[in-house]
T-cell receptor
Framework: KAGVTQTPRYLIKTRGQQVTLSCSPISGHRSVSWYQQTPGQGLQFLFEYFSETQRNKGNFPGRFSGRQFSNSRSEMNVSTLELGDSALYLC?????????????FGPGTRLLVL | GENVEQHPSTLSVQEGDSAVIKCTYSDSASNYFPWYKQELGKRPQLIIDIRSNVGEKKDQRIAVTLNKTAKHFSLHITETQPEDSAVYFCAAFPGGYGNKLVFGAGTILRVKS
């Protein structure tokens, strides 16, 4: 089985711009979770989608949004980028929702905001 | 909600020694505890997990123990090797609809050769 894939792998944007990141889960997985990883901050949960519905949301401002399509692929969008949004954005997929089954991570998208 | 604390934040050991990383959780309903290893520049990868109906699980040089009464679980790595150097994350899942996996802050493990 192919693993979780994320595109693009690297991205450079300037403040005020918006960005869309994509995540394709493992075939058959219906849950996709998104995390922000910055040095010293560990893995900060953004949101989780299951069967096209947002199941859970972390403590991030409304500039961060996401969606999931019928094929379980997910996108996250960050509008009005700030310098502090520079981070590695990871998505993880699992067969069931919530995390009671193994989550498999993608390689991440490294976003640099200038 | 669930809160997971992980200690130590950094750990240096000599090659061949053992390494132990400890995590505590707050929600007694938590029933699934995975451990992830993240090497520099790579994605987190599951190395071992344990469910609440089991007290210990081993996989070669890696073991995880769970103490539900004290609400803590630990990762044990024996005969450490330089390739064990990485960041390790513990996590806990409280169970039930609407909950999510909660991660610890991570431990940087350095194995010195």
């Amino acid at each position: 089985k192919a693993g979780v894939t994320q595109t693009p792998r690297y991205l450079i944007k300037t403040r005020g711009q918006q960005v869309t990141l994509s995540c394709s889960p493992i075939s058959g997985h219906r849950s996709v979770s998104w995390y922000q990883q910055t040095p010293g901050q560990g893995l900060q949960f953004l949101f989780e989608y299951f069967s096209e519905t947002q199941r859970n949301k972390g403590n991030f401002p409304g500039r961060f949004s996401g969606r999931q399509f019928s094929n379980s692929r997910s996108e996250m969008n960050v509008s009005t980028l700030e310098l502090g949004d520079s981070a590695l954005y990871l998505c993880a997929s699992s067969w069931s929702a919530g995390g009671e089954e193994t989550q498999y991570f993608g390689p991440g998208t490294r976003l640099l905001v200038l | 909600g669930e809160n997971v604390e992980q200690h130590p934040s950094t750990l240096s050991v000599q090659e061949g020694d053992s390494a132990v990383i400890k995590c505590t959780y707050s929600d007694s309903a938590s029933n699934y505890f995975p451990w992830y290893k993240q090497e520099l520049g790579k994605r987190p990868q599951l190395i071992i997990d344990i469910r609440s109906n089991v007290g210990e699980k081993k996989d070669q040089r890696i073991a995880v123990t769970l103490n539900k009464t004290a609400k803590h679980f630990s990762l044990h790595i024996t005969e450490t090797q330089p390739e064990d150097s990485a960041v390790y994350f513990c996590a806990a899942f409280p169970g039930g609809y609407g909950n999510k996996l909660v991660f610890g802050a991570g431990t940087i493990l350095r194995v010195k050769s």
